[in-house]
Nanobody, 119 residues
Framework: QVQLVESGGGLVQPGGSLRLSCEGS????????MGWYRQAPGKRRELVAS???????NYADSVKGRFTISRDNAKNMVNLQMNSLRPEDTAVYYC?????????????WGQGTQVTVSS
């Protein structure tokens, strides 16, 4: 059974920092691209940051220079360091794992963790 379990969300003041973590199990973690998505109330889910199996990274323009994604394959973990947080970063953040093999997309989601940026 595949599980992605997020942790690290919470309430933070504008300008503050949070570190989200996602631990995967039930998959060969190192073979998967990992990503963080977020969904704010009334908005579509959007990609925040992703990291390939080889460590290449990609960021949404809105978080470039503020957020950093990293992975530790030995621990089956992907992290999102979020600095200089803004109220518009408030959302539920989801961990995603995906891999295309044998013509099929294998994709999994975590349950989400709430991030609230407010004074």
């Amino acid at each position: 059974q595949v599980q992605l379990v997020e942790s690290g969300g919470g309430l933070v003041q504008p300008g503050g920092s949070l570190r989200l973590s996602c631990e995967g199990s039930g998959i060969i973690f190192s073979l998967y691209a990992m990503g963080w998505y977020r969904q704010a109330p009334g908005k579509r889910r959007e990609l925040v940051a992703s990291i390939t199996s080889l460590g290449g990274t990609n960021y949404a323009d809105s978080v470039k220079g503020r957020f950093t994604i990293s992975r530790d394959n030995a621990k089956n973990m992907v992290n999102l360091q979020m600095n200089s947080l803004r109220p518009e970063d408030t959302a539920v953040y989801y961990c995603n794992a995906d891999r295309t093999a044998w013509g099929h997309l294998f994709e999994y989601w975590g349950q989400g963790t709430q991030v609230t940026v407010s004074s």
